[in-house]
């Protein structure tokens, strides 16, 4: 595919704790518009916790002539606070939400008046119509949390009959996995594009704490050979292109409707990625 052929990408960044961060994101951000992103994404801490850096952030895309989507997340959230961060992104200019759970910060418990991802996404309908387009998550290994696979599946198609537009999934390193969950999702009816997240590997010990929390596999053949390469980080950053890369194409081939990159605020590696892909 010749590099002038558009294929849609977007990237996800986290909100910066300090000035020295902020001013380094919007370098790797330059990087990455170069390569037409449809939308840039801000994740969102636990219980809210980084809702100004958020905001903030989502702002400053806007600013620089790219759509950005807000991570929403309302665990612990009432619906007059809800309502009232709405109407912010809406007078933002905001478009697109990226409607989460989320998690509690350590320490609480359950509190507020929306329990599932579900309950916000019918909400959020409920009150703005199609003011914003809705994406929502999805687990092709299983949310870490849900009593089995089937009732995974269920929860997520009750996002999507609550009124999401697409989804975004977990990252993954198995290509099975994420066809295989499509697949289900077409069996019960559901149209909506499911987006595969990409992560890439840049580091071997980072990673492997990342997945053992979040549910996400890494295959022990990559495991093995993270494991095998120890402090050499130069090879661990080739070896980790050649498997994204490939997983990347086979997505590709497979039909995926888009890539989006869960960058960790870094731009070289998710660059390198798309100059293999020619996007």
Known sequence: MSPSTAFPVSFEFFPPKTPEGADKLRGVRQQLYARRPEFCSVTYGAGGSTQAGTFAAVQEILAEGVSAASHFSCIGATRASVREQLA??????VKRLVALR???PSGYGIGGEFHYASDLVAFIRAETGDDFHIEVAAYPEV???ARSAEAD???????VRAGADSAITQYFFNADAYFRFVHEVRRLGLDVPVVPGIMPITGASQLMRFSDACG???????RLRLQ???DDTASIRAFGLDVVTELCEQLRRGGVPG???YTMNQSA?????CERLGI
């Open 88 to 93: 912010q992104l809406k007078a933002m200019g």
């Open 143 to 145: 949310h870490p949390q």
């Open 228 to 230: 095998g390469f120890g």
């Open 269 to 273: 590696a998710t660059l390198a990625i």
């Open 153 to 159: 599946l269920q929860a997520f198609a009750t996002k």
């Open 102 to 104: 989320g998690d509690l």
């Open 216 to 222: 996400a596999e890494i295959p022990r053949w990559i």
């Open 259 to 261: 890539l989006h990159f």
